[in-house]
């Protein structure tokens, strides 16, 4: 069963850029059956697909965010990571990573979520 | 590229049925049978509950079922439960952006 864990700082200036790790355990980012994908969710609010990316390296991006985001596979540490540059208030949020099955695009495991509060 | 959209809530006493509804159109939910559901208890992760339309992964009760007609997919929950009570979202690939989330529904059990 795979386990994902994020990792980054919970606290990001405006205007800088958002960056967060995710580690897998319990099986291979170079697996042929998962995209691997990161979600945010507002406080209070619902959840948002920011992106997805598999190892080879091909990215999704949600279109309201990909002027900003950029998404990353380092296979060699079993991570992916997410770049988010030039936030503010509106982007604090708990950041999920999450495992999405290629054959059927579902979000099969998630990470515990980090809390990112943008704020000087 | 929009969200699905959901009831913003639905209530049930215990026992009872609810179904959820999730509308979107015929390039994401009407075009694939590639939708998902989510439960979310608060300060929890979200759960995958229903794959691909209406398949529940192992150890889902099986008084989760899914469906779909059209371009609206349904979750029900049979037999309420008072641990039902959570936010549910849907999900579904889509041609346009590659995937979308609804906008949730918080289930109230009574």
């Known amino acids: 069963q795979l386990q994902l864990q994020e990792s980054g700082p919970g606290l990001v200036k405006p205007s800088e850029t958002l960056s967060l790790t995710c580690t897998v355990s319990?099986?291979?980012?170079?697996?042929?059956?998962?995209?691997w994908g990161w979600i945010r969710q507002p406080p209070g609010k619902g959840l948002e697909w920011i992106g997805s990316?598999?190892?080879?390296?091909?990215?999704y991006y949600n279109p309201s965010l990909k002027s900003r985001v950029t998404i990353s596979v380092d296979t060699s540490k079993n991570q992916f990571s997410l770049k988010l540059s030039s936030v503010t208030a509106a982007d604090t949020a708990v950041y999920y990573c999450?495992?999405?099955?290629?054959?059927?695009?579902?979000?099969?495991?998630w990470g515990q979520g980090t809390l990112v509060t943008v704020s000087s | 590229q929009s969200a699905l959209t959901q009831p913003a809530s639905v209530s049930g006493s215990p026992g009872q049925s609810i179904t959820i509804s999730c509308t979107g159109t015929?390039?994401?939910?009407?075009?694939?049978?590639?939708v998902s559901w989510y439960q979310q208890h608060p300060g929890k992760a979200p759960k995958l509950m229903i794959y691909e339309v209406s398949n529940r992964p192992s150890g889902v009760p099986d008084r989760f079922s899914g469906s779909k007609s059209g371009n609206t997919a349904s979750l029900t929950i049979s037999g309420l439960q008072a641990e039902d009570e959570a936010d549910y979202y849907c999900s579904s690939y889509t041609s346009s952006t590659f995937y979308v989330f609804g906008t949730g529904t918080k289930v109230t059990v009574l």
């Open positions: 999450a495992s999405q099955r290629r054959d059927g695009y579902n979000l099969w495991y």
């Open positions: 990316i598999y190892y080879s390296g091909s990215t």
């Open positions: 015929s390039s994401d939910v009407g075009g694939y049978n590639y």
């Open positions: 319990g099986g291979s980012i170079s697996s042929s059956s998962y995209y």
